[in-house]
């Protein structure tokens, strides 16, 4: 009889093995599994030690970055993004917003905005680069750049029906054509599920 095995008993069985004795794959799900789970330390061992047997493991390098970027380790998060965009993949929108709010927390959003131009020519359906170049933009006094784009994203949620968005976009516009901040941003790091999921089905 078929039995459909857990996603613990499978870790079991790969913290039970040797690292040199596991693939840079089943490494890599640990450490993504770990990751998930919050423990990014570990994650950050896992994801190594797959980098160390797969040295052009892109999606390693991503994930270490998280695992980084996640403990607030924001200057080893960019150096795992760079490798990772330098070894090509096929997530360059993701791992450059991801880079994007690093620089920002280091209060870099000139070369943060840069890096969400970019991802927003990789992925322009993606708002939540968007709604963060809007506060990179203010971030570096350029309110007339950023009323721009929050008028496109308000007659793109209209046009789409989404009034949700509409209306939150409307009033963050309101607020920025008044001289004020926005309260929060929309945009934020992205954790990457999908690369986990083509990586470890």
């Not at 007339?144 to 789409?160: M, V, W």
Request: proline share 3%; aromatic share 10%; hydrophobic share 40%.
């Amino acid at each position: 009889m078929f039995k459909r095995i857990s996603s613990t008993l499978i870790l079991s069985v790969l913290i039970a093995l040797p690292a040199s004795a596991q693939s840079a794959k089943d490494l890599f799900c640990r450490g993504a599994i770990e990751l998930h789970d919050n423990r990014h330390g570990e994650a950050i061992t896992s994801f190594s030690q797959a980098i160390r047997i797969n040295p052009r493991f892109s999606n390693a390098y991503f994930y270490r970055g998280i695992a980084h970027h996640s403990k607030n380790r924001y200057t080893e998060a960019i150096a795992n993004y760079n490798q990772a965009l330098s070894i090509g993949s096929n997530r360059p929108a993701t791992i450059l917003d991801n880079r994007a709010e690093a620089l920002a927390a280091l209060g870099d959003y000139k070369q943060a905005l840069e890096d969400w131009k970019l991802a927003a020519k990789y992925d322009p359906s993606d708002v939540g680069i968007q709604h963060s170049m809007v506060y990179a933009f203010l971030k570096l006094g350029s309110r007339k750049s950023a009323i721009a784009i929050l008028e496109k994203l308000t007659e793109r949620y209209f046009r789409q029906g989404n009034n949700q968005l509409y209306l939150m976009t409307r009033d963050e516009l309101q607020k920025v054509r008044s001289g004020k901040m926005p309260r929060s941003r929309i945009g934020g790091f992205s954790a990457g599920g999908s690369a986990f999921e083509q990586e470890c089905p």
